[in-house]
């Protein structure tokens, strides 16, 4: 049996945005097993993905603990494979190629890659990945629609519990800590304006995000207690009307099951390198998101939105 590699690490948005390209990679080896190399945050999500026959967890520890070095170097090499498809293509999976596995063919942006191709700095994954597939003889045909849609979970359990209708709002003012540039700070208006309009709002925390969501004018959704995991959150966003978010992984998670939204972006990252226009959600994207009014965003939602 042929066995391929494909590499992507991380991080959660990024995984998502992949998913079209590790599809195609799956139709052109119908008959290969193939195994992904990602790291622990993502392992459910990778092991859950019909993509995929197995998951490698790279332990991305430092290169000074040459003990963990050494049992992934002896890993890798002793799987047998005959291609790996590069899709994180940063100085670490590059020094994998050089370091792990030299002699087996290569997709990436590493020197010597057997089908190399850079990555413009303004070109969004899956427009890159497409072009990169082609070179290797692929045909990309789910590239530039990735649907993650297998990730959700039923979730009718949930919003019964917290009383939520069959039409609702998600708003998902999170985001990573690294980055408060990338965080809005008009999700209470815009949570009042959607509730004025007799619709319900929810919110879907996170675990760093439970103080600023019980600030909002909206439904917390927990599960024991607790918040939702990624299958739940996939779950609740494809059941939403409409969704709301920041350049975040929950926000590419709803804009890649196939649902209509706004994503907000700062002058963090350009919009289109993000691959939104793929998909079904709009997007605003301003120098100062701190700066951003409420009235802009309102009126972009009810462009597509109606309230009848």
Not at 131 to 160: C, N, Q, Y
Not at 176 to 187: F, I, N, T, V
Not at 248 to 277: C, E
Request: charged fraction near 20%; hydrophobic fraction near 40%; include cysteine.
């Amino acid at each position: 049996m042929e066995e391929i590699l494909i590499i992507k690490l991380g991080a959660l948005g990024d995984i998502i945005q992949a998913d079209g390209a590790l599809r195609d990679i799956r139709m052109h080896h119908g008959n290969a097993r193939i195994s992904v190399l990602t790291t622990a945050p993502y392992q459910r999500v990778m092991e859950r993905c019909p993509w995929v026959d197995r998951v490698i967890v790279d332990p991305r520890c430092s290169w000074l603990r040459i003990r963990q070095m050494n049992e992934l170097r002896l890993l890798l090499r002793n799987s047998g494979f005959t291609m790996v498809y590069d899709l994180q293509q940063v100085d670490r999976t590059r020094l994998y190629r050089h370091l792990f596995l030299p002699e087996v063919d290569w997709m990436g942006d590493t020197r010597g890659a057997t089908y190399y191709l850079k990555r413009a700095k303004s070109c969004c994954a899956a427009d890159h990945f497409a072009a990169h597939l082609a070179r290797v003889g692929l045909t990309p045909r789910f590239v530039k629609r990735s649907d993650v849609s297998w990730m959700a979970e039923e979730i009718g359990d949930i919003l019964k519990h917290h009383g939520i209708p069959d039409r609702f709002i998600a708003l998902l003012p999170g985001g990573s800590a690294e980055h408060p540039q990338k965080r809005w700070l008009g999700y209470q208006d815009l949570a009042r304006k959607f509730s004025a309009a007799g619709l319900t709002v929810v919110t879907i925390p996170g675990p760093d995000e439970m103080e600023l969501c019980d600030t909002l004018p909206a439904t917390p959704l927990l599960y024991n207690n607790s918040y939702l995991d990624y299958f739940q959150l996939a779950g609740v966003l494809t059941r939403a009307a409409y969704i709301v978010g920041n350049d975040s992984g929950p926000t590419h998670i709803g804009a890649h099951i196939g649902r209509p939204g706004l994503a907000l972006f700062g002058g963090h990252t350009p919009a289109v390198s993000t691959g939104i226009q793929h998909t079904r959600f709009q997007w605003i994207e301003v120098e100062n998101l701190q700066k951003l009014d409420t009235a802009r965003v309102w009126q972009k939602i009810t462009e597509y939105l109606t309230f009848a």
